[in-house]
């Protein structure tokens, strides 16, 4: 089951951040159980918790990096359509859904934590130390925890936790800003200029408030861009490069590669790498 289904437990010291940023085939839980993180998703900016947890879609750009110096522990799950099968046949295939693209974030109150923290341990007992009947008993957790959690947010809502710092904020603005006009001639410049910065200042800022260089971030979003014009349509390579911001096909070739692991064509030919 490790091909649809993997689960880490880690602790980290002091001032670490992700090395790159993650845009993957698989949907994402991450559960901070102490400490604390800001985690950039898509294009807006979080400050997380004890107990809160993130529902991050297939394919979205994000990145967690530091707040403080203090260590924090957190469990990731990461899983593909397979591994909730029944969840997305059913009647709350929409709930389901819209857990990960709408409404991200949620906090889990400290009366719930320990239902939640027990079902994600099991799932790391059993991946960890399993025999012929683990791949049913994750599945189990995991089915139990998708509908809880649908649950949770139906009678108690979720609560929002966007980071409210003046220049996070900003920066959720240029990430917007380079989210609609990615195809685009973007220059450090022109961002710049849109949020009334100089750019050596937006470039510093841009990074140390979404873990991005903003080269980085424009590239991820338009080889996410492009990853749903070659499954979508029957445009050319040349073509979806040309419209998603690259001048030098080849150029995306080796950016596509990079970020995805294999080529435009083998990614549009080959489902098992969406």
């Known amino acids: ?23 993957h085939p698989m949907y994402e839980i991450y559960y901070l159980m102490n400490g604390t993180r800001k985690i950039f998703l898509d294009d807006s900016i979080y400050i ?14 994000h990145k967690t990096s530091y707040i403080n110096d203090k260590s924090h522990e957190r469990i990731v799950i990461t899983f593909s359509d397979k591994a909730v099968p029944d969840i997305k046949s059913s009647s709350s295939q929409i709930s389901f859904k819209n857990i990960f693209r709408f409404d991200p974030v949620t906090h889990i109150s400290s009366t719930h934590r320990d239902h939640i923290e027990g079902l994600l341990n099991r799932m790391l007992s059993e991946y960890e130390q399993g025999d012929d009947y683990s791949d049913i008993n994750i599945k189990n957790c995991l089915q139990e925890l998708m509908i809880f959690l649908i649950r949770y947010k139906r009678r108690w809502g979720s609560e929002q936790i966007q980071s409210t710092e003046m220049t996070d904020t900003v920066m959720q603005e240029a990430a917007r800003y380079i989210r609609n006009n990615y195809m ?20 510093k800022k841009f990074k140390s408030s979404t873990g991005f260089g903003y080269i980085e971030y424009l590239i991820n979003v338009r080889i996410q861009e492009a990853s749903d014009m070659l499954l979508e349509t029957n445009e050319s390579v040349n073509a979806i490069a040309l419209k998603c911001g690259f001048n030098d096909s080849n150029y995306f070739g080796s950016a596509f590669k990079k970020i995805k692991g294999v080529s435009p064509l083998k990614y549009r030919k080959n489902s098992k790498y969406i």
């Not at 490790?2 to 951040?17: A, D, G, L, Q």
């Not at 918790?49 to 979205?60: E, L, Q, R, S, Y």
């Not at 710049?192 to 050596?200: D, E, G, K, Q």
């Open 1 to 23: 089951m490790s091909k649809i289904f993997e689960i880490s437990k880690k602790r980290h010291e002091p001032y670490f951040n992700m090395k790159s940023a993650h845009l």
């Open 48 to 61: 997380l918790g004890k107990g809160d947890m993130v529902f991050i879609p297939m394919n979205t750009i």
């Open 184 to 203: 685009e001639d973007l220059s450090l410049e022109n961002i710049a200029a849109h949020v009334n910065m100089s750019p050596s200042y937006f470039s």
